[in-house]
């Protein structure tokens, strides 16, 4: 399932403004980290591989996942997951029905179904917090949920849309190595947006502007 | 996209949908008037009741429409922010949900010379024993009929009123204006109104509109001798002998050139108090002095509407369940359901039809906003001001009008007297105002929930129905009630597209009021009131109900 994510000369304009410029290869298990001020771009780009780019905005180039051109593909068809800066739970559903909402069609019958939902909750440390309303969560629990969800819905990449900055200090050391570690374990590319030095550091891998610039931190 | 290549076509079939009854039927009225010579119109200059018909359209239209934005625009002025601004808040719902022939009836029954209000005076304060022999309900000078739209009109400019003002910035212009010196009320004026009066234009045009026409309002509560113009334009049309068909035509085509004239005077008197603001912020309004007195306005004139309104309903209750209540007591002497079970047959038939032609209309309202709506979200359009324009048009061209030609297409086609027939004009004005009620929320929904849900691998179908509508219940549902109020609520399509056949609460309290009996008049008004009131508690139970165990979904303080 997982590949390369392969950014081929991603050319972002609006207007005359050139704001994202990336030629880019993000191995399985490495996280490419996009640094900026706000504004300059970094969300534009996360935006062009989602497929929710506005149309305010040109774009020429590629982006392949896994050997597949996924470019011009709708949001759903690209297997691109995606983690916000909050975390984003549906908040009508139950917390297993927020995993059970993510969970591929694939998995059929209802034990097995349970089974991947209960499994999931036990490796995020959330035992039995299938039937809980979202809104009881601590906030470490609800991110470690929206991390559950997005991987059981088999994502081939993952895209980190500063995703730590709401969480305090501790909470975000924590869910941060959560996370990059998961990213690890089941050798996903990751493109992470921060404008945080200590996340970058922490992600491991290349750093570069939405221009494709090199950052040295 | 790939997905809900008919979703596309959503805004363009709603939009015709509104565009060509009206204008179909605005042809067939027209064309009629002129036909044979323009016999008709000749038989309208005939009648010796034009002039002060006219005259009473006018009048009546105008000072309702100034009466209720004035008193709109003081109630925000000076309560704004306070806790009776709450409160009112809070009863605005039920009191928009009252239909215009019940809230007529109900005030009829309030100051008639029988009504409420003369037998709590009488006799100790007046010395009456009989019921005195004054013409305070259908005056002619439309003083009740004046004060009877004002107490329907008032909550809905007011509600529009509130959708608005968050876009005006309201809090901190009136801050900055009274650390600068000004009064609240000067404050209010120079800084909020401009902003807050643009929004508000559409739907003063649409009461400005609405009140110079009413029919079912004027034929309760309006002057008989001559009736209003739009009044006795409906009369002439249901003239059984078929002979005034004509005049009628031309009646409504002078009726739509008179609104057209109101309109564009209003738009006059809308450009000298736009230069007023400006010089009076030029001479650095204060008025200090006024505040105390707009706010002693604002709670007397809110209390009359409201009052009157809900002492209206209150006495169509009272009546209704009214054993033998002479004059002057101010109670009956007997309580009984006598007429509520002799009516109940006749009650649960007209009540499952209006239910019946409510329901149809709202659901199909209801199934091409989401649409229209959710292809604005899909293909990322963004309707201009011309859109807005489309959704008010039905609301603006008078209902006498447009609804001739229409029933004259419906007699031709073989539809009228159907009650389908009834449910799809309905239609026509069911969906601006669910439109109007559902667009702000389901615009303001956090769209990140929808690109978390495309992430997780779900199609937009599967985000629409699993996360964006059941997110947004509650909005769905109050839309929906709003439908249906609005539905219950109409006269004239019922009464035209019906063909007289197609018997509503609402055409029967009308045709009930000129009768006389109270008490049946009080199960009919009472009944097409108890239709939206249950919509709207509907949805207020059904998301606390479903969603009691997520804190996420509770209504934001």
């Given at each position: 399932m997982t590949g390369t994510l392969d950014l081929k000369a991603l050319r972002i304009t609006q207007g005359d403004k050139l704001v994202v410029s990336l030629t880019q290869q993000v191995a399985p298990g490495e996280v490419l980290t996009i640094m900026g001020p706000s504004g300059s771009g970094k969300s534009t780009a996360l935006a062009a591989m989602m497929g929710t780019l506005s149309a305010a905005f040109r774009w020429e180039g590629q982006i392949l996942l896994a050997g597949r051109d996924i470019t011009t593909l709708p949001p759903h068809k690209r297997g691109v997951g995606?983690?916000?800066?909050?975390?984003?739970?549906?908040?009508?559903?139950?917390?297993?029905?927020?995993?059970?909402?993510?969970?591929?069609?694939?998995?059929?019958?209802?034990?097995?179904?349970?089974a991947a939902i209960n499994?999931?909750?036990?490796?995020?440390?959330?035992?039995?917090?299938?039937?809980?309303d979202p809104a009881t969560l601590s906030g470490g629990q609800r991110a470690r949920v929206a991390l559950m969800r997005t991987l059981l819905a088999r994502p081939c990449a993952l895209l980190l849309d500063e995703p730590f900055s709401r969480l305090d200090a501790s909470l975000r050391v924590q869910i941060r190595s959560f996370v990059l570690s998961r990213v690890r374990s089941e050798g996903l590319p990751a493109v992470?947006?921060?404008?945080?030095?200590?996340?970058?550091?922490?992600?491991?891998?290349?750093?570069?502007t939405p221009l494709g610039e090199p950052v040295s931190i | 996209m790939i997905t809900g290549g008919p979703l596309r076509w959503a805004p363009r079939v709603t939009v015709a949908l509104l565009i060509l009854p009206v204008t179909a039927g605005l042809l067939g009225t027209v064309i009629p008037a002129f036909n044979n010579d323009a016999n008709g119109l000749r038989d309208l200059l005939d009648w010796p009741g034009l002039r002060p018909a006219v005259w009473l359209s006018l009048t009546t239209g105008v000072a309702a429409t100034g009466l209720s934005l004035a008193i709109t625009l003081v109630l925000v002025a000076s309560l704004w922010g306070t806790r009776i601004f709450t409160l009112i808040q809070h009863l605005l719902a039920p009191l928009l949900s009252v239909p215009h022939a019940a809230a007529a009836l109900g005030l009829a029954f309030l100051i008639a010379p029988s009504g409420w209000i003369v037998r709590l005076l009488s006799p100790w304060a007046t010395g009456w024993t009989q019921p005195p022999d004054l013409l305070i309900l259908n005056d002619p000078y439309g003083l009740s009929l004046t004060l009877g739209l004002v107490t329907k009109e008032v909550p809905f400019l007011f509600l529009m009123a509130l959708a608005a003002l968050p876009q005006t910035d309201v809090a901190r212009r009136m801050n900055v204006g009274q650390s600068l010196g000004a009064g609240r009320i000067a404050a209010f004026v120079i800084s909020v109104l401009p902003s807050l009066y643009r929004q508000l234009r559409l739907p003063v045009y649409a009461v400005l509109a609405y009140s110079m026409t009413a029919v079912e309002m004027a034929m309760i509560l309006g002057p008989t001798r001559p009736n209003t113009l739009s009044a006795q334009v409906v009369i002439w049309m249901a003239d059984p002998t078929l002979r005034f068909q004509a005049t009628a035509a031309a009646g409504a085509v002078l009726q739509l050139g008179l609104v057209l004239l109101a309109l564009v005077g209003w738009r006059l008197l809308e450009r000298l108090a736009r230069r007023g603001i400006v010089s009076l912020a030029r001479a650095g309004l204060r008025a200090h002095a006024l505040d105390a007195i707009a706010r002693i306005l604002a709670v007397f004139a809110g209390t009359v509407t409201a009052g009157a309104l809900i002492l209206g309903l209150a006495g169509l209750t009272m009546w209704s369940v009214a054993g033998l209540w002479q004059f002057p007591d101010a109670l009956p002497e007997a309580l009984t359901l006598r007429t509520w079970m002799r009516a109940a047959p006749d009650l649960a038939s007209t009540g499952a039809l209006t239910l019946g032609i409510a329901v149809t209309a709202t659901a199909l309202s209801l199934a091409l906003v989401l649409a229209c709506l959710e292809a604005e979200h899909r293909f990322a359009l963004s309707p201009d001001a011309r859109a807005l324009w489309v959704l008010y048009l039905p609301l603006l061209v008078p209902q006498v009008a447009f609804l001739p030609g229409l029933q004259f297409a419906a007699l031709r086609s073989g539809v009228e007297g159907h009650w389908l027939a009834v449910a799809a004009a309905h239609l026509v004005f069911v969906l601006p105002y669910v439109f109007l009620s559902l667009a702000p929320s389901w615009r303001a929904w956090d769209t990140r929930i929808s690109v978390a849900g495309l992430s997780l691998g779900a199609t937009p179908a599967r985000v629409f129905w699993r996360l964006r509508l059941p997110m947004l219940l509650r909005p769905v549902l109050t839309a929906a009630a709003v439908g249906m109020a609005v539905s219950v609520g109409q006269y004239l399509p019922t009464l035209l597209i019906g063909g007289g056949r197609v018997e509503t609460l609402t055409t029967e309290a009308v045709a009930l009021s000129s009768g006389g009996n109270r008490r049946l008049i009080g199960?009919?008004?009472?009944?097409?009131?108890?239709?939206?009131?249950?919509?709207?508690?509907?949805?207020?139970?059904?998301?606390?109900?479903?969603?009691r165990n997520r804190r996420g979904m509770a209504v934001a303080a």
């Open positions: 995606l983690l916000f800066q909050d975390d984003v739970l549906f908040p009508h559903l139950s917390v297993g029905d927020n995993l059970a909402f993510a969970l591929p069609p694939s998995v059929k019958g209802r034990a097995a179904r349970r499994d999931a909750l036990d490796q995020a440390d959330l035992s039995g917090f299938a039937a809980r992470l947006v921060t404008h945080d030095v200590e996340d970058a550091r922490a992600a491991g891998g290349p750093v570069i | 199960t009919y008004a009472l009944l097409q009131m108890l239709l939206p009131a249950l919509g709207f508690a509907l949805a207020l139970l059904l998301p606390a109900i479903l969603f």
